[in-house]
């Protein structure tokens, strides 16, 4: 009987050789759809479980949203002696209402859409070598265009302060663990957040910030910040694009928002 032949194996993953559970999520070699990065309760759960891991019997409790259930069109009517009825014809059932603050007859608004530049990152520095993993050699710059450049930068601003919590394994740490974090190290092996990152720039394109990463971005860093950025302007209600600010662009003169806390 043949033996195993080992050096056939694959080297361990990254994700294998992680212990924090954020940590084992971005190491993750593909997440697509709505597995791309971790929601805040997540975090949170993971954070805590962390914590207290070498404890037994531990319950996890997480809010996963509502759920919901659709009911198609043709489903039986329940009547209040339980039995079954068939909706009413089309031409008795009441008209639809129009969209709440649309007049009739008008077309509907168009939602507002949020974009980024698919090589945002690409045309802001080199590709790392394969065998160092999948980054950027560069410390990122974001400018945001948008009609509404008040709300952008506000957005944009808020996303800032996030940015200086976002490791290199794009978890956004809590300004206190990463603190605990930093001062409990004992040596330089520490996931890297971002040295630095600037006030808001007014720009002619846009409102605009820039960062410190140490010229080192990891994919999982870059992402993260992107998905908050973007998520920042979702919640503005506004359309925009995020690109890469030209290279050279001149910050001389140029207004300035300072970033709050």
Same mark, same amino acid.
């Given at each position: ?9 694959? +080297? *361990?993953? %990254? #994700? ?10 971005a @190491?993750?070699? $593909? ?55 068939? +909706? *009413?014809? %089309? #031409? ?10 649309? @007049?009739?007859? $008008?077309a ?30 560069t410390s ?15 957005a944009?601003g ?37 040295n ?28 993260a ?36 806390g």
């Amino acid at each position: 009987m043949a033996g195993i032949d080992f050096a056939k194996l694959g +080297p *361990p993953s %990254a #994700s294998d050789r992680e212990l924090h559970p954020r940590a084992i999520f971005a @190491a993750m070699p $593909s997440k697509s759809g709505r597995l791309e990065y971790l929601r805040e309760v997540q975090r949170e759960v993971f954070d805590r479980w962390f914590e207290k891991r070498t404890k037994s019997d531990l319950v996890v409790k997480m809010n996963t949203g509502n759920v919901h259930r659709a009911v198609p069109a043709t489903s039986p009517t329940a009547t209040p002696e339980g039995s079954a009825s068939a +909706p *009413p014809p %089309a #031409s008795k059932q009441p008209p639809a209402s129009a969209p709440a603050g649309a @007049a009739r007859g $008008s077309a509907p608004e168009e939602a507002p859409v949020v974009t980024a530049e698919p090589d945002i990152f690409d045309l802001q520095g080199e590709k790392y070598e394969a065998s160092l993993g999948d980054g950027w050699e560069t410390s990122p710059a974001f400018l945001v265009v948008s009609d509404d450049v008040s709300k952008a930068a506000d957005a944009l601003g808020r996303a800032a302060v996030r940015f200086f919590h976002i490791d290199e394994y794009g978890s956004e740490l809590a300004p206190e663990r990463r603190i605990a974090l930093e001062q409990a190290a004992t040596t330089w092996d520490v996931p890297h957040t971002p040295n630095f990152v600037s006030d808001v720039y007014l720009t002619p394109r846009g409102p605009m910030i820039w960062t410190d990463t140490k010229g080192e971005l990891t994919r999982p860093m870059g992402d993260a910040m992107l998905h908050v950025l973007l998520d920042e302007l979702r919640v503005e209600g506004i359309t925009a694009h995020v690109v890469a600010p030209p290279a050279d662009i001149n910050l001389e003169g140029v207004p300035v928002i300072p970033l709050a806390g």
